[in-house]
């Protein structure tokens, strides 16, 4: 949990995390270019983004604008042509893709659009893999600890039936707890009801709001305007810059919450509704 990100001794004991950074998440002056054929576009022009611990952010655009870029550069999944990325005391840009790997496995919890499982694995061992990847808990404690956040997202009956058996809510549902394994500090998004109806992916929203309630950070990516108007600050990208940001007085804004028992130690937000 907290102390992978705040453990080691500080460089720069005047900030709060080791890199001088005193956001959980910051981008400083962040490029992106991709060669193509026609010559190289800049995806990401220079991008400064802070986010502290509990918010709960969306990242909003047309499509094509940088989002996913965005966002891929918080994960690590890509890295930045010129700028920092700091995570806590990581800065995310100087990792080599191994060390990537196993950082994101440990910290940040991945969301995407078409859920991702692995079709041939059940539910429950497609949430127990990160455990695995990343060699967290004792192997006789990962399978209770899958069964816990499955229960947490109301999807407990399905542990035992394949990806392809249950609905794209719940397929979901499955993937949030897959990007819970760890118990990351941090859950990062990208377009996770674009392919679910409007009932779903308000239980889905639902679900975020109790994990940011519940002391997690969360940046989403959306298409949904009345979704991005329920979060606690949406930011707007056009042509690979931040051109707006919007701050809402929305219920996702939570005083750090008492802690509770719950998964490692974290409070333990209340299960959703199925759908
Ligand atoms: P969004 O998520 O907002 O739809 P993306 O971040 O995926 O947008 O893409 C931003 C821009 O960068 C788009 O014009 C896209 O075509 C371009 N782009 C993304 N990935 C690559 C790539 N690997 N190579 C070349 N261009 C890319
Ligand atoms: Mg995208």
Not at 9 to 25: F, Q, R, V
Not at 191 to 208: C, H, R, V, Y
């Amino acid at each position: 949990m907290m102390s992978r990100l705040f453990s080691r001794k500080k460089m720069n004991p005047a900030s709060k995390y080791e890199h001088g950074n005193d956001h959980l998440i910051e981008l400083r002056n962040v490029v992106k270019e991709y060669k193509t054929g026609a010559g190289v576009f800049r995806a990401l022009k220079g991008v400064n983004l802070n986010v502290n611990s509990h918010e709960f952010v969306a990242i909003i655009g047309k499509s094509g604008s940088g989002k996913s870029t965005l966002i891929n550069m918080i994960t690590g999944i890509d890295r930045p042509s010129s700028g920092e990325v700091l995570v806590g005391d990581t800065a995310v840009h100087t990792l080599n893709e191994g060390r990537t790997a196993v950082w994101r496995g440990r910290n940040i919890g991945v969301i995407f659009q078409f859920f991702q499982l692995l079709p041939t694995l059940t539910v429950l061992e497609n949430v127990m893999l990160p455990m695995d990847f990343c060699n967290m808990y004792a192997p006789r404690e990962r399978k209770d600890k899958a069964m816990y956040l499955l229960n947490l997202v109301d999807m407990a009956e399905n542990a035992h039936k394949l990806p392809n058996a249950t609905s794209g809510g719940q397929q979901q549902r499955a993937a949030i707890a897959r990007a819970m394994a760890n118990d990351p500090q941090i859950l990062v998004a990208d377009e996770p009801t674009g392919n679910l109806d409007s009932k779903t992916a308000n239980a889905i929203f639902d679900l975020f709001n109790n994990l940011v309630a519940n002391g997690k950070t969360i940046l989403m990516v959306t298409h949904d305007n009345d979704l991005a108007s329920r979060v606690t600050r949406a930011v707007m990208v056009a042509d690979g810059e931040i051109v707006d940001e919007k701050r809402n007085p929305g219920p996702a804004m939570t005083p750090e919450p008492a802690p509770a028992p719950g998964h490692n130690g974290h409070a333990a937000p209340e299960p959703v509704a199925a759908s």
